[in-house]
C-alpha cells in the first residue's frame, strides 16, 4: 500500500511538471497547434510510465556509490521513456536537434525538480520517525 500510495504522489507530481513543460513547449515550438483530447491522455500514459518506472526503485537500500547508480539509472530509463513516447506520439522531429535538446533539457529539468521534492518527503519522513521514536523511548522511561 505504501508502494502504491508514493507512485500516486509520483505521479501527480509529474503529471503537473510534465503539463507546465508541455504547455511551455507547445507554446515555442508549435504555437499555432490546433491540439485534440489525445495530448491529454499522452501526457497521462507517460507520466505513469515514468511513475510505475520510479516505482522500482522506492524503498531501495543501498550505500552511496550504489544509490548513485540506481539514480542514474532512473534517469537513463525516464529519458527513454519519455524520448521514446514523444517520437512515437511525434511531440517532436528528430532531425530537428533543437526541439530534441529541448525535451532532453525538459526532461533533465523535471528530474531534477522531482527528485529534490522526494529527497525533501524522504527526509521530512525520517524526521517525523524519529520525533515519534523519540517519544516512545521517553514513554518508556
Known amino acids: 500500500m505504501k508502494r502504491l500510495r508514493e507512485m500516486l504522489f509520483i505521479f501527480g507530481c509529474v503529471t503537473t511538471c510534465v503539463?507546465?513543460?508541455?504547455a511551455l513547449y507547445i507554446t515555442i515550438f508549435w504555437p499555432r497547434a490546433v491540439l485534440g483530447v489525445e495530448i491529454l491522455w499522452q501526457i497521462l500514459s507517460v507520466?505513469?510510465?515514468?511513475?510505475?518506472?520510479?516505482?522500482f526503485f522506492l524503498e531501495q537500500e543501498a550505500s552511496g556509490t550504489k544509490m548513485l547508480?540506481?539514480?542514474?539509472?532512473?534517469?537513463?530509463?525516464?529519458?527513454?521513456?519519455?524520448?521514446g513516447c514523444g517520437f512515437w506520439?511525434?511531440?517532436?522531429?528528430?532531425d530537428n536537434l533543437l526541439m530534441v535538446m529541448a525535451m532532453v533539457l525538459?526532461?533533465?529539468?523535471?528530474?531534477?525538480?522531482?527528485?529534490?521534492?522526494?529527497?525533501?518527503?524522504?527526509?521530512?519522513?525520517?524526521?517525523?520517525?524519529?520525533?515519534?521514536?523519540?517519544?516512545?523511548?521517553r514513554e518508556e522511561r
Open 69 to 83: 547508480l540506481l539514480h542514474i539509472l532512473r534517469y537513463i530509463m525516464t529519458n527513454g521513456i519519455v524520448l
Open 47 to 55: 507520466s505513469f510510465l515514468c511513475s510505475a518506472a520510479n516505482a
Open 89 to 94: 506520439f511525434e511531440w517532436f522531429y528528430v
Open 106 to 137: 525538459s526532461i533533465a529539468v523535471v528530474f531534477a525538480i522531482i527528485s529534490v521534492i522526494e529527497w525533501r518527503r524522504g527526509k521530512q519522513q525520517a524526521a517525523l520517525m524519529n520525533e515519534r521514536l523519540a517519544a516512545y523511548q
Open 19 to 22: 503539463l507546465f513543460v508541455t
